[in-house]
């Protein structure tokens, strides 16, 4: 009767998660895994909502991006780092509740009180999602000499397990060594836009390294997305999927 009621509560939960992106003029896909679907409900620019075993996890959610009073509470926030394109401390208290668990960086700690601080490499299981802390940072791109736009050890990409799924969610990062030597992951998000993140052809090299079994290109701005396809497009195990993630 439990496992009854569990699932019509998912069933009831995704329908909803569809109506409201539908009203907002936003897309889910759907992701089979072993315990059931996950969906992913693209917010925008590096905002993602994620629902999964009847929890709701966001991405940096911003409201820039998402009209978030008509989405749904959050059982899990990740937060990937201290920019305002990312965090957005309003939006985090419209959408948690007292059971809400965030994730964040160390140097957000200050500004969010009881957020679950994961360092570069760290791992740990919050809301009974097994989540693994990836470096994000830049190589090349630097704000002034010596300056990156994202710096080494200060913001974090996340992988995150969905049944026998591993989605990657990388945060603003160039192609590091990091990224490079991952391994059996399912989902990658990869952020694409000059100056701040990826080229087409870094995004492209670091696909072709750990090789995601579905490759989302987001927080893209203006970059030419069918550069990317074209780049890819004889790497036949790797999908790219273009999703409206300006």
């Given at each position: 009767m439990t496992k009854i009621l569990f699932l019509c509560m998912s069933l009831i939960l995704f329908s909803a998660?569809?109506?409201?992106?539908?009203?907002?003029?936003?897309?889910?896909?759907k992701i089979k895994t072993t315990q059931g679907d996950l969906a992913i409900t693209f917010l925008g620019h590096g905002s993602i909502m994620l629902s999964f075993g009847g929890k709701i996890i966001y991405i940096d959610p911003v409201s820039q991006y998402a009209d978030y009073s008509n989405l749904p509470k959050a059982d899990l926030i990740l937060v990937t780092h201290e920019h305002g394109d990312h965090l957005d401390l309003k939006t985090i208290d419209t959408v948690k509740t007292g059971k809400t668990s965030l994730v964040i960086t160390q140097t957000i700690a200050g500004q969010i009180a009881g957020g679950i601080v994961l360092k570069n490499g760290d791992e740990k299981t919050v809301q009974g999602f097994r989540i693994v802390a990836v470096p994000a940072y830049n190589l090349v791109n630097m704000r002034s000499p010596g300056v990156p736009y994202h710096a080494k050890g200060t913001g974090n990409?996340?992988?995150?397990?969905?049944?026998n799924k591993r989605l990657y969610i990388a945060g603003d990062t160039e192609n590091t060594p990091e990224m490079k030597s991952l391994?059996?992951?399912?989902?990658?998000f990869l952020p694409?836009?000059?100056p701040y993140t990826m080229t087409p052809e870094m995004v492209a090299d670091a696909a072709k390294s750990f090789r995601p079994g579905i490759l989302y290109p987001y927080h893209y701005g203006n970059t030419d997305t069918s550069k990317l396809i074209e780049l890819l497009r004889d790497e036949k195990d790797i999908e790219v999927r273009i999703r409206k993630m300006m």
């Open positions: 998660t569809e109506v409201m992106a539908a009203d907002q003029n936003i897309t889910t896909d990409g996340y992988i995150i397990t969905f049944g391994r059996s992951i399912d989902i990658a694409m836009n000059l």
